[in-house]
């Protein structure tokens, strides 16, 4: 009972957050700059909504986040696998240069395809898709992150996909084993999904937005198939 009560808490504080930031850029194009704060809440709340929705998983988990974190570290400080970025303070606190809710949304999206139970190139494509969708808008108006040299993708280099498809790979071949299904862990991932999608909208990201709601798609045709 605890552990539906405290689910059931932070699902209503993650969709306050949620529908407030998507609602934030639809009307008034951004996030108020007394309201930054809210973006790392949204994604540890989003990271705990995993945790909880799939207790038994937390191994994976914590073995997701920490090679998310490392891989961020090396790419952060050394240029590889992703390319030369830096980090701002919008998403802090920070570690060694690296938000911890960057390594938390690893978590958030390695936990979302281990849900899908596909071959696992095909999970690291799905990987290397969410970050189309994802890193157009937190590199340029969320300010997330700055890359050094603009790519052809948004501003975005074409080493960034290649370094998240090989990261991805690594992850999930670690992590063979098929965790338990866990609707929570699918809304959650697809929640961050519709959440940048609808906010690629409203600043005329329509490339992002239409592979963010593709890719939504993808948990619930997978399960028609089975």
Partial sequence: MKVRSALAALWLAYAVFWIGGVGGHLLYGGTPANMRWTAPLFLALASLLVVVSNPADWPACAISFAAGFLAEAIGASTGYPFGRYSY?????PSVFGVPLVVAGAWMILIAWVRQLSIPVWAGALAMTLFDLVIDPLAANTLGYWKWTSAGPYFGVPLSNFAGWFCVSFLILTILRARPARS????????????FFALVSIAHHYFVPAGIGVTLCALPWWRRLQR
């Fill in 88 to 92: 701002t303070s919008t998403l802090a």
């Fill in 183 to 194: 609707v929570g862990v699918v809304l959650t991932g697809c929640s961050i999904l519709i």
